[in-house]
């Protein structure tokens, strides 16, 4: 009888344990969309045309993905502005940044290694790095891709919620800061690439040119792009 009251005793307490984990996770499970409590915004509207003396360009097109990519692309992101700047100089700079309103863990950005990589590209170079502007260091990565005689420096960042991120460990912790607060954060990846074989000369250019892009971007906007920095 006691052998009895003990199994009863068990299989109660698994009941009670498997009601609270449910509950338990049914209550830490992200399901408010920080993207909700925003006001709308379009890429095309609070990129500007032009600024520092860059300009669109018609005649190079930003690299294209593949139908497959590309629908993958439109499952994960809201809006994807695309645009080729030139300088007076004749330097170029494609700029493509995709906004994503829903960066829950199956909705996680595309990352360029991947996008480049699908597209026939070798990334044979990748590092880490930084961008100092006059609202702060934003967190980049460097990337070296080569397709036939097609050699592009990249740079890119992703910013999650409020904060400018490299991806990786750091972009996780941020997810997970959203996450136990119930909160599903948004995201933006911003990258800036060009057709050059010198690595250095081109990270120079793209520094300088998103520096002019977020000099001459309203703060509301630009903090959309960069999130908020400390102090």
Known sequence: MKAISRSVQVSVLAGILMVASAGLAKHLTPNVKI???KSLFQLAEIIPVEFGGWTIDTTIIPLQVDP?????LDKIYNQILSRTYVDPQGKRVMLSIAYGGDQSSNMAVHLPEVCYGAQGFEVQKSGRGEISTAYGAIPVKHLYAINGPR?????????VGDKALTPGMDQRMQELRYGLSGAIPDAMLVRVSSIDSDTG???AVQEGFVRAMLLSMKPQ???RIIGSFPG
């Open 35 to 37: 993207a909700d409590s």
């Open 221 to 223: 906007d630009r903090a």
């Open 151 to 159: 050699q592009e420096p990249i740079t890119y960042w992703i910013t």
């Open 68 to 72: 497959e990519t590309q629908a993958r």
């Open 201 to 203: 000369a081109a990270y």
